[in-house]
Each structure stands twice: as structure tokens, then as C-alpha cells.
């Protein structure tokens, strides 16, 4: 399985959209957090994803720009698989 962060900018989109942006990555199974390996989650920094799945860099981009897509017009989607990841700054969140 590989390991993936996904920015989405809307462009010119009221804040609602990415709300609604938001809850339907959530349902789609991306996650607005990360966890270490002592446990602890930490939140993303705005519009960023993680995702886990079999699925390759393409094919997510795909799904995630066809989400974003029926949104708002001409969403910009980045989709990076991650070997190992390192953070500072980013919020902790208990729970």
C-alpha cells in the first residue's frame, strides 16, 4: 500500500465549498491528519490530505480532481507518495 498527501486549491471558491471539499475527501476515505508512531494525531495544514491505498499517483489525482471538480471549476490537485514523512509546527490533536 502506498503512503500519499494531496493538496486541492479551489479557485475563487467561497469558504463553503471547502467545507463541503472537506466532507467529501472524508467520505472518499482521506484523512485531515497524521499519526506518529508514539500515537499521537496531528492536523495538516489547510486543504492537505493523507490517503493509503493500492491505487497509484494517477489514479488518485484522477478521483480527487473529479471530487474536486464537482465542487468548483478548474480545482489544481498535487498528489505525492511518501516514503517517510517529517513535521514541525503542525497541531496535535487528542482523540
Known amino acids: 500500500m502506498g503512503s500519499y498527501i494531496v493538496r486541492i486549491e479551489l479557485r475563487n471558491a467561497p469558504p463553503a465549498a471547502y467545507a463541503r471539499l472537506r466532507d ?7 484523512m485531515r491528519t497524521l ?11 489547510s486543504d492537505e490530505f493523507a490517503y493509503v491505498g493500492t491505487e497509484y499517483r494517477q489514479e488518485i489525482m484522477h478521483k480527487v480532481f473529479a471530487l474536486a471538480e464537482r ?13 517517510g514523512r517529517y513535521w514541525r509546527g503542525l497541531e496535535a490533536i487528542e482523540g
Do not use: W
Open 35 to 45: 499519526m506518529c508512531k508514539g500515537g499521537i494525531n496531528y492536523r495538516l495544514p
Open 71 to 83: 465542487i468548483s471549476a478548474n480545482p489544481a490537485v498535487l498528489v505525492t507518495e511518501s516514503l
Open 24 to 30: 467529501e475527501m472524508k467520505q472518499h476515505g482521506f
